[in-house]
T-cell receptor, first 113, second 112 residues
Framework: AQTVTQSQPEMSVQEAETVTLSCTYD???????LFWYKQPPSRQMILVIR??????QNATENRFSVNFQKAAKSFSLKISDSQLGDAAMYFC??????????FGKGTRLSVIA | NAGVTQTPKFQVLKTGQSMTLQCAQD?????MYWYRQDPGMGLRLIYY???????DKGEVPNGYNVSRLNKREFSLRLESAAPSQTSVYFC???????????FGQGTRLTVV
């Protein structure tokens, strides 16, 4: 079964600084999708960014970008110009075909004013 | 559109009681999922339904049953609640051919 590993249970960043959250995954497939979800204290699951494995270009969404290293099976999330509203749990997730999403254990991000 | 709606938002049960968590989506999605979220464990798949009339076990199905009542609704039943089932439960749905999952707002369940 595919597995997703987030090795940083907690991270902190100063407001306006940049932080990178790590994610690695294990798969034998060549075509799949990777996601980062944000979960604020409200519990809502919010899709931050999505990456298709067949695309070499790293996805970006405003202040959020990924570093996708397919050969290394690594998918890190970079948050630039961190804001207080970025404080949340962040989950890395994997999906291939029509199978269910597989999640990592999450990284809790604190933003220090 | 309401998206994915879960009821209830909060629930306290006594050990041995039963209850059903309801989930409905109004986006005509084929696939629906139930996850549980525990501290330090991420979201783990309980059951899923790839289409109306089908259900499959996920990673942690023990102690749960599901019903895909129709295309809109996918319910999760705890027949005899145990303290180990204290968790936050999420329902999600995905449209066929797409990748983005839509989540409900979650149900915080406490079993005492």
């Amino acid at each position: 079964a595919q597995t997703v590993t987030q090795s940083q249970p907690e991270m902190s960043v100063q407001e306006a600084e940049t932080v990178t959250l790590s994610c690695t995954y294990d798969t034998s497939e060549s075509d799949y999708y990777l996601f980062w979800y944000k979960q604020p204290p409200s519990r809502q699951m919010i899709l931050v960014i999505r990456q298709e494995a067949y695309k070499q270009q790293n996805a970006t969404e405003n202040r959020f970008s990924v570093n996708f290293q397919k050969a290394a099976k690594s998918f890190s999330l970079k948050i630039s110009d961190s804001q207080l509203g970025d404080a949340a749990m962040y989950f890395c997730a994997y999906r291939e075909g029509n199978t269910p999403l597989v999640f990592g254990k999450g990284t809790r991000l604190s933003v220090i004013a | 559109n309401a998206g994915v709606t879960q009821t209830p938002k909060f629930q306290v049960l006594k050990t041995g009681q039963s209850m059903t968590l309801q989930c409905a989506q109004d986006m005509n999605h084929n696939s629906m999922y139930w996850y549980r979220q525990d501290p330090g464990m991420g979201l783990r798949l309980i059951y899923y339904s790839a289409s109306e009339g089908t259900t499959d076990k996920g990673e942690v199905p023990n102690g749960y049953n599901v019903s895909r009542l129709n295309k809109r609704e996918f319910s999760l039943r705890l027949e005899s609640a145990a303290p180990s089932q204290t968790s936050v439960y999420f329902c999600a749905s995905i449209r066929e051919g797409y990748t983005e999952a839509f989540f409900g707002q979650g149900t915080r369940l406490t079993v005492v």
